[in-house]
């Protein structure tokens, strides 16, 4: 039996984030260590996830990301922390299996890290991008204040009006949702958002061009 299979056998995730000074509540759910989390998004028990970030695994797991070691420096870390009973010596080459197993659980630390940053960096993108649109649709009444009827009531600006309670419904989401809120828009709407955001622009534009043909 390996190390690995060993140290799980005698600890559960829960026991080891305890041990290391997480607060877990009754139900199990926890503030994820991992990402800045303001309300307990980690599930944690025999193993761990975070609904948040996505990060999640064993005890060892656990214990590696949150000290910066190897799974074997991990494993040992708690083996001695815990006092376990698992003998470490002859047992410090790691066979093919393990390697591959821990170089493929890095790739895909690094691959949930690269996609958690890329939805941070479209979140705070995007805000800025609607409150962009906001003041475009306001700057657009404004001009259009004292123009005739007809060029006030203009399908563009038609169009920016209606966009608009969308637009605040998406930056609701943004700025006070949950997480999940978050990352549904990002999955399933963030092409909706680019479109409404370029549809402002020309509308925009479509007003300031009839001014000048106006003019």
Not at 185 to 202: M, S, T
């Amino acid at each position: 039996m390996s190390i690995f299979s060993e140290v799980k056998e005698h600890l559960i995730a829960r026991q080891a984030a305890e041990g290391y000074g997480l607060p877990i509540k009754r139900n199990g759910m926890a503030c994820c260590p991992f990402h800045d989390d303001k309300h307990p998004s980690m599930k944690i028990d025999q193993n761990y996830h975070c609904f948040a970030c996505g990060v999640g695994g064993d005890a060892i797991d656990y214990v590696s990301r949150m000290f910066g070691l190897t799974q074997y420096e991990a494993a040992c870390k708690l083996i001695e922390d815990f006092s376990l009973p698992v003998d470490v010596k002859g047992k410090a080459c790691l066979s093919i299996q393990e390697k591959k197993r821990i170089r493929s659980e890095k790739a895909e630390r690094e691959r949930i890290t690269h996609i958690q940053k890329r939805f941070e960096k479209w979140c705070s993108r995007t805000v800025d991008t609607l409150k962009d649109c906001l003041a475009e649709i306001e700057n657009a009444g404004v001009f259009l204040t004292g123009k005739p009827p007809d060029f006030i009531f203009s399908e563009d600006y038609a169009q920016m009006l209606h966009a608009e309670p969308l637009i605040h419904y998406w930056l609701d989401i943004l700025c006070i949702g949950d997480v999940l809120e978050k990352r549904g828009l990002f999955l399933k709407d963030r092409k909706k958002v680019e479109e409404v955001a370029g549809n402002i622009c020309a509308g925009r534009q479509g007003i300031m061009g009839c001014s000048r043909g106006s003019a």
